[in-house]
């Protein structure tokens, strides 16, 4: 591995189901960040970690979750998915936290019906 | 609110040069960064400017005007391969990066 990984590449998720989005990074990056992006606005921060053991909510976060168990792995948990959740889903990471070059993953691309 | 302006798309030649422009209001700076990002990829860094001046690094150079807010990323010699989504975001005073919605540039031979 170099760098980010993300999977599934893609879903098609029916609502109401839950579903887990992997990522894992293999630079030692401290912090890894979520994001949604949609057609026609900016890329919208969903949850954040600064390092293992911590995690933060962005500007989007409900409906959402996240966890760090260890420096590599940032998997995001949609517990009972909208239809409003279909978008591309990217994962970064950073060396350090806010003050560092964020490094992103090839995305998921996710439907919800 | 915090709110970055760019272009929502532009059109140029091969060859050419182009300038895309990037305003910003938000509740302090700590650096301006630019990624491009091709249909279908993820975003990837470019340039980053904490300081008033031109950037430059290779075809590509950023300007940066604290007092203005305002940014542009300049693309010289262009090629087809430029064509793609280019990205601002800024730095807030809490070291969230807020994002612009991007400006997609199409290279026409």
């Known amino acids: 591995i170099a760098g980010i990984t993300q999977a599934p590449t893609s879903q098609i998720l029916a609502a109401g189901r839950r579903m887990t989005l992997r990522c894992t990074q293999d630079?030692?990056?401290?912090?890894m960040y979520w994001y949604r992006q949609d057609l026609g606005l900016g890329l919208r921060l969903i949850h954040y970690s600064n390092t293992a053991g911590t995690t933060g909510k962005g500007e989007v976060p409900d409906g959402y979750s996240v966890s760090r168990a260890n420096t590599d792995d940032f998997p995001l948990t949609l517990a009972s998915a909208v239809p409003s959740q279909t978008s591309v889903y990217f994962c970064?990471?950073?060396?350090?936290?806010?003050?560092?070059?964020?490094?992103f993953g090839p995305g998921t691309r996710l439907t919800v019906l | 609110g915090q709110n970055i302006d760019q272009p929502t798309e532009m059109t140029a030649t091969e060859g050419a040069i182009v300038q895309i422009n990037c305003t910003y209001q938000?509740?302090?700076?700590?650096?301006l960064f630019w990624y491009q990002q091709h249909a279908g990829e993820a975003p990837t860094f470019l340039s980053y400017?904490?300081l008033d001046g031109l950037e430059e690094k290779g075809r590509f150079s950023s300007f940066l005007s604290r007092s203005k807010g305002y940014s542009y990323l300049l693309l010289k010699e262009l090629q087809m391969k430029d064509s793609a989504s280019y990205l601002c975001?800024?730095?807030?005073?809490?070291?969230?990066?807020?994002w612009g919605a991007g400006t997609k540039l199409i290279i026409k031979p």
């Open positions: 938000t509740s302090g700076f700590n650096g």
């Open positions: 975001a800024v730095r807030d005073r809490d070291y969230q990066l807020i």
């Open positions: 630079m030692r990056h401290n912090a």
């Open positions: 400017n904490v």
């Open positions: 970064a990471s950073s060396k350090v936290p806010g003050t560092d070059t964020q490094y």
